[in-house]
């Protein structure tokens, strides 16, 4: 701030400084808002009774004066407050005391002071406190650039009478902000609490149980199916539960009115039959202890209970896999140990037959045991590139999807060709290919008919006796209804011949 070359006497300097007062001042927050008409109407009211060339509403802060009002004066807002006429006048003991200079260039307190000798050239000055919540925050004045000899005591009163006017209206306009502010955060808490809700689908109900009026959220309405815009009545609510969930939900209630316990149930809706969790509590009784406002909250947990369905059936399932597959395990390591009595061929061959049911179990676990992509199957034995970067390979045929059972007999069969093809067949050596093709057939019946062809190896003749693998070939779908595969040895190479049916979707 740029020194004036004036001071506040100390009494003067020590009221403006006034923590409580300054506190009030701030509280107002107006300092720096724009124009007000009502404060202009009562500037331009004391100036027209005081006949008087300029007219000021001002808050007196620390270090500046900011005028509220002006009449008279275009373009300045404020001014120091060691300057200021108005902080005298707060200074004075009283709420209603005026002060009143009629000659500022014969007054000891102003004669010195810029705005005396220099511009405006003030000589008459009166002014009174504006009070706020006890606290004398600014005044009302009227200025002059000639000297008065003397005012008439009823001007005095006037000014007195409209500067408790101007208290009044920084009053009521603070009221009016604060309610404002207040009633604008109940809004938004409002919006935010009816957001909570419909983000958390939540429906949210107000029971005057003597009427029957539910007042009631949009969610409420949507979850009961219950017409927009039109009263609610708990008939109405009850007539939207399932009949045959109905009399338990008014059983839960009676009980709730009796025991005076929150009152719980899960029902469904009859035209949409999804699940609703119901939560109610009586908030308010009469004297003899009648139920007479009821609130609560309905919430859609109809997803929550066919997860929980999916989950107790998808248990249930594992646990029919599990036995299943235990039982394959068991078989196939009987019958691999009969083939391969050595410890070491033993381990190499059952653990490759293991591997091949564990990734089918993999696959099958990550798509919740709902079924596996026939390609899937093929790239866990020829490797992810089949398609793509084929090594001596040709898969020709639309991709389907295999049921569980399907998937991992299949992989049991395609895992014993490989490794026959790697060991003995076109694979041994360094020309030979295979082909798998395949084709979805609707008659006689509906299912896969897939064909593993290799060429190209080494001669091939039948064998005396089967091997393991080969009767796994020939075996492992037989648990698979009307599944078969007819494994034959040409000349040319090992055929393969798998049929399995499919579900009737299956395209």
């Keep these: 701030m740029t020194d004036t070359g004036a001071h506040l006497p100390d009494a003067v300097r020590k009221v403006v400084d ?3 007062r300054l506190s009030v001042l701030a509280a107002l927050e107006v300092v720096d808002s724009h124009a007000d008409a009502d404060f202009e109407r009562l500037s331009r009211t004391a100036a027209f009774i005081f006949k008087a060339e300029i007219a000021l509403v001002t808050l007196i802060d620390k270090e ?7 009449f008279g004066i275009d373009n300045i807002t404020e001014s120091p407050t060691d300057t ?3 902080a005298h006048a707060i200074a004075l003991p009283g709420d209603e005391d005026a002060l009143v200079v009629l000659d500022a260039t014969g007054d000891d307190r102003f004669k010195d002071n810029p705005l005396v000798t220099g511009w405006p050239g003030i000589r008459f000055y009166a002014g009174v406190a504006v009070v706020v919540n006890g606290q004398k925050v600014g005044s009302l004045c009227v200025i002059d650039t000639k000297p008065r000899a003397t005012v008439e005591p009823g001007l005095v009163e006037q000014l007195v009478n409209l500067a408790g006017l101007t208290s009044a209206l920084f009053s009521l306009k603070d009221e009016a902000r604060v309610r404002a502010r207040t ?3 109940l809004v938004r808490e409002e919006w935010r609490h009816a957001l909570t809700l419909e983000a958390g689908k939540v429906g949210s109900w107000v029971w005057d149980v003597r009427s029957g ?6 969610m409420f309405r949507r979850m009961y199916e219950l017409a927009e815009g039109e009263a609610v009545r708990m008939e109405n609510v009850l007539a939207a539960i399932h009949p045959d969930d109905r009399l338990m939900i008014e059983a839960s209630i009676e009980a709730s009115f009796r025991e005076g316990e929150d009152f719980s149930a899960e029902a469904r809706i009859a035209e949409t039959g999804r699940w609703m969790s119901m939560r109610g509590r009586v908030y308010q009784r009469d004297a003899e202890g009648n139920p007479l406002v009821m609130m609560g909250v309905g919430i859609d947990i109809s997803e929550s209970r066919q997860s929980a369905e999916h989950t107790r059936l998808l248990l249930r399932e594992l646990n029919h896999r599990v036995k299943n597959t235990l039982a394959m395990i068991q078989s196939v390591a009987r019958q691999t140990i009969r083939q391969n ?3 070491q061929d033993f381990i190499e061959a059952f653990s490759g037959r293991l591997r091949t049911i564990s990734d089918a179990h993999v696959l099958l676990a990550d798509r919740d045991w709902s079924g596996v992509q026939l390609y899937e199957v093929i790239a866990s034995q020829f490797g992810p590139g089949f398609r793509t970067d084929p090594d001596r390979a040709e898969v020709r045929g639309e991709d389907v999807t295999l049921p569980a059972d399907h998937a991992l007999g299949l992989g049991l069969i395609l895992h014993e060709l490989t490794t026959n093809a790697h060991h003995y067949g076109a694979w041994s050596g360094d020309e030979g290919m295979v082909s798998i093709d395949w084709e979805i057939k609707r008659r006689p019946a509906h299912g ?3 064909t593993w062809r290799e060429s190209g190896g080494p001669e091939v003749s039948r064998p ?3 091997g393991m693998g080969a009767r796994l070939i020939e075996r492992s779908l037989a648990k698979v209804l009307d599944s078969e595969v007819k494994l034959s040895f040409e000349p040319g190479g090992v055929v393969a011949h798998i049929w399995m049916p499919l579900p009737a979707e299956q395209d």
């Design 183 to 185: 009633a604008a955060a």
């Design 84 to 86: 200021s006429f108005c």
């Design 18 to 20: 006034d923590p409580a």
């Design 64 to 70: 500046r004066e900011w005028f509220r009002a002006c």
């Design 213 to 218: 009026e539910v007042a009631c959220n949009d």
């Design 448 to 450: 896969l008919s897939l």
């Design 464 to 466: 005396a006796e089967y």
């Design 341 to 343: 009595p050595d410890p």
